[in-house]
């Protein structure tokens, strides 16, 4: 408070900031001004106005008024620490610490302001300032509990733990012998398994033991008590000891995998790696087995030993727990199984088990070896079971074949039809897998997880609006883009924005791509408010863990699918950049009289749908906007629905950087990240990092056929470069020279050479094939048709035994795909092209993208065929997805 104001003032001004505490932002206003009246350049008042104003959401006059305020009174420490909070609330962290800084200049020992300034410092990770303000803290207050922790937990922050652990037993040393009071058992229960933590973390596993053991009478939490002495035994390694602490705890939750995991690990028989000797197995069994006769009721100890049993003892097991959870129906069971998929031969056994289980169920009613009859129900999820195994192998006419069985057996049940949409996605059919999508969740109203799943399914089919539509049933007030924002939905976003991609429309996919990338934003932003409660609260464990994944936040997988959409968007932007009004009119003009008034239709129908949609949503705004107390809830309007401003930008390649440089820092172990990054920088002509990339990419997956692309495309791009004239460019050169032996590939090799050995070594793969034809004809475009010939003499071998019903092909649909879109688009040979497309509409029949015999679009074309052809003799046929054909009155179909 300025020390120049008399005491009316002086008291105006202390509501001024009790007002501001209670949000009572009013009331400080009327003060403010009753002061400026009178003094109208206290440079105090005027900052705590515009304080009051920027709560009320006036920011231009808040920062006109803090800045004179401060302008006014340089030296007031009040002025700095309220023009930091005003940049904290806009997230300006650095700039609000400078100001936090320039306070303590004028107050030092300011409390408020400190602990203000090791929160921001905590957010930023300025570790070392952090340890420094939390010491201050201390000083200035060492009988307050939170200071002494705040600083140990800096310290352990700044990589420091055994200076933390000091910090904490001095702490101690301040307590009474009766401390904790009954209401404070639980933190300081907290704080002394933070500091065990510590020890643990620190290596001092014996201390640490003895450390919880002399406070055990002080630890409320026993659950976590008995979970961390069972942890330290066993790395002291008092095995024995440890072992009766897992079992203990294994009676207390049979189904925790950590614990059964613990008990391995202290009987000699875990492996990292999931390999174990032939006597490790069964000695692994008898341990289950005997568990098993003691939690009778538990699931986790029947299914464990599934991962390490194999052949005929693993075949006993998977029928011993299959066929209660078949009786019980329980449709997770094969989600449940799906790991053991990547196990060599489960697979098959788990094929011919389930198999003999359905055959046994059709002929006696029950199971094979058993009289007692099982429910009906019983064949149904035996069914269901089989259609997701064979969907999993790449059988889709088998899978599609036994979920037909269960609908027909059983028609009522959603799962199937949500089964039956996943088999045709995966076969190729996205326009049908919506569409049964939508009929299972009309089922069903009241299932938001059913709902997201035909969102989902629309999404993947490009019905956008549809999947629009279908998503606003499960949000608040139908605004469905606002409140689907608002609940972070990402999943829903990333979905969409990969549709928008896939049909061009570049403004929309960046939107949603950019808008992801915003969540995590808010989620960073989120941690500020723990900085404080944690440590008053003293949920320290959970804290320090919160930080840590914080840190790790970008690199999680939605973050990496927004990231990379997002670089995409602005690389195919820089391709093929949009065309000014002025080219538009251009061509307009060359264009025929016919097609030009074709474009101006087409463009009026265009601004008259978005005229329509803006008034439809401005009406929902109007009708949604009260609440139920009768106040209007005013939402801020997207300027850019479209995301057209993103697309209006002078260097999309420097967009993309900012976006690559998070991926490259948090997921430089990803191959997508070094493929994104080498595309960039050969656009930017940044040789030396398309270099790195290349290095990253071959370091990662020297045999994955983008890498073999970036590599022969990348010395062929540098050998046709001219001459180096500049300095610069010879040291470019000379370290080009100097790195290129060091890839193996090209060792005493021409691009050619390497490119036919690449072949070679991976003749029997589609994708290889592929990549070595495409960089032929990138090295000489006169081998054309000879790279064509390379892909199109393709074989679509087996890859694997199958059971009883034949071979898997190798080729993957999304494979294909690729290929397709290669001689479309690289080769630009559409005869060839159409030749492929043809071949796999064989090998793919429900692929819509390929226009298979079975896809429903083309079934749907016959469909209607039929219906014009029936129509003369008065009845028509309608085939539905479940395969049902309807008969019905052609006349009455016509009139309707």
Not at 51 to 76: F, H, I
Not at 93 to 120: G, T
Not at 182 to 207: T, V
Not at 410 to 433: E, W
Request: glycine share 4%; with cysteine; net charge neutral.
């Amino acid at each position: 408070m300025g020390a120049s104001l008399p005491p009316k003032e002086a008291n105006l001004f202390k509501l001024i900031v009790k007002s501001y505490e209670i949000k009572q932002y009013k009331k400080g206003l009327k003060a403010a001004d009753a002061i400026l009246k009178k003094f109208p350049d206290h440079g105090e008042t005027l900052s705590m106005k515009g304080l009051t104003l920027n709560c009320m959401d006036r920011k231009p006059e808040a920062y006109e008024l803090v800045k004179l305020g401060l302008k006014n009174d340089l030296k007031s420490h009040v002025c700095w620490h309220v023009f930091g909070l005003l940049y904290r609330s806009d997230r300006e962290y650095r700039e609000a610490i400078k100001c936090y800084r320039n306070a303590l200049r004028i107050d030092p020992d300011n409390i408020e302001i400190l602990r203000d300034l090791s929160l921001l410092q905590a957010q930023m990770r300025d570790l070392a300032g952090f340890v420094e303000t939390r010491q201050k803290l201390l000083t200035l207050k060492p009988n307050h509990r939170m200071n002494w922790i705040g600083f140990a937990v800096s310290h352990h922050l700044n990589s420091n733990a055994s200076k933390a652990i000091d910090i904490l037993e001095a702490y101690e040393g301040t307590l009474e012998n009766d401390y904790p009071p009954e209401s404070e058992r639980c933190e300081h229960g907290e704080m002394l398994l933070y500091k065990i933590s510590l020890l643990e973390e620190c290596g001092f596993f014996e201390k640490a033991l003895e450390e919880l053991r002399r406070k055990e009478s002080k630890i409320v939490d026993k659950l976590s008590y008995k979970e961390v002495e069972a942890s330290l035994l066993m790395k002291l390694n008092r095995l024995e000891e440890a072992e009766k602490l897992y079992r203990l705890l294994l009676v207390m939750n049979p189904d925790n995998y950590r614990y059964y995991e613990g008990l391995q690990k202290c009987v000699g028989l875990h492996s990292e790696t999931g390999q174990y000797a032939s006597d490790e197995i069964d000695k692994l069994d008898s341990l289950y087995k005997s568990l098993a006769e003691q939690f009778t009721w538990s699931s986790a100890v029947k299914r464990i030993p599934l991962d390490f049993l194999d052949g005929e003892k693993f075949r006993e097991a998977a029928d011993n727990y299959v066929r209660p959870l078949l009786t019980k129906g329980v449709p997770s069971l094969f989600s449940d199984l799906s790991p053991l998929y990547n196990h060599a031969g489960k697979a098959d056994i788990l094929e011919m088990l389930i198999l003999g289980l359905e055959e046994s169920l059709k002929k006696t009613g029950g199971y094979p070896g058993r009289s007692e009859k099982e429910p009906p129900s019983a064949l149904l999820w035996t069914l269901f079971y089989l259609a997701q195994h064979y969907d999993r192998r790449a059988q889709s006419d088998t899978a599609l074949a036994k979920i037909e069985e269960a609908m027909q057996h059983t028609p009522t049940v959603i799962d199937l039809y949500s089964v039956k949409s996943k088999i045709l996605k995966h076969a190729g059919d996205f326009t049908a897998a919506a569409a049964l999508a939508d009929e299972a969740r009309c089922m069903d109203l009241a299932d938001r997880y059913v709902n997201s799943m035909c969102v989902k399914r629309m999404l993947q089919a490009d019905q956008v609006p549809l999947a629009e539509k279908t998503a606003v049933l499960f949000t608040k007030d139908g605004e469905q883009h606002t409140n689907l924002h608002d609940m972070q939905c990402m999943w829903y976003e990333l979905a969409s924005g990969e549709s928008y991609f896939r049909q061009g429309e570049l403004g929309r996919s960046l939107k949603n791509f950019v808008t992801v990338e915003k969540h995590y934003a808010d989620i960073t932003e989120d941690q500020f408010d723990f900085h404080s409660y944690c440590l008053r609260k003293m949920t320290l464990r959970s804290y320090i863990e919160m930080l840590r994944f914080q840190d790790r936040l970008h690199a999680h997988a939605y973050f990496r699918k927004a990231a990379a959409g997002a670089i995409r968007c602005y690389i195919k932007l820089y391709d093929t950049p949009p065309k000014t009004s002025t080219e538009e009119d251009n061509e307009l003009a060359k264009l025929p009289a016919s097609q030009k008034k074709k474009m101006r239709q087409k463009q009026r129908k265009a601004e008259a749908k978005a005229k329509k949609e803006a008034e439809v949503k401005s009406e929902e705004a109007n009708v949604g906007g009260g609440s139920k107390h009768g106040k209007r809830n005013v939402k801020a309007v997207d300027p850019d629905p479209h995301g057209d401003k993103l697309l209006q930008i002078e260097d999309p390649l420097m967009e993309a950087g900012k976006y690559l440089k998070l991926l490259q820092k948090h997921s430089s172990d990803h191959l997508e990240t070094h493929l994104l990054s080498f595309e960039v920088n050969m656009r930017k002509e940044k040789i030396l990092l398309a270099l790195q990339a290349l290095k990253h990419l071959v370091q990662l997956d020297a045999e994955n056929p983008e890498t073999h692309r970036c590599l022969i495309r990348f010395f062929h791009k540098v050998a046709s470069r001219p001459a180096p004239t500049t300095d610069a460019e010879k040291l470019i050169l000379g370290v080009l020279e100097a790195e290129r032996p060091t890839f193996s590939q090209l060792h005493d090799k021409s691009l050619m050479e390497a490119n036919t050995v690449f072949l070679e070594q991976h003749k029997d793969s589609l994708m290889h094939r592929a990549a070595a034809a495409e960089m032929m004809y990138c090295l000489e475009p006169n081998k054309k048709a000879e790279a064509i010939k390379l892909i199109e003499t393709s074989l679509n071998n087996p890859v694997s035994s199958n059971g009883p019903l034949g071979p898997v092909k190798e080729w993957k649909l999304k494979d294909c795909v690729a290929v397709h879109k290669i001689l479309t688009s690289t080769f630009g040979d559409q005869d060839a092209a159409l030749r492929w497309k043809n071949q796999c509409a064989v090998e793919f029949p429900y692929s819509t993208y390929f226009e298979g015999s079975l896809c429903s679009t083309i079934t749907a074309n016959k469909a209607s065929k039929q219906v014009h052809e029936n129509a003369e003799n008065g009845t028509a046929e309608f085939v539905s997805l479940n395969g049902t054909v309807e008969k019905l009155d052609a006349l009455k179909n016509l009139a309707i």
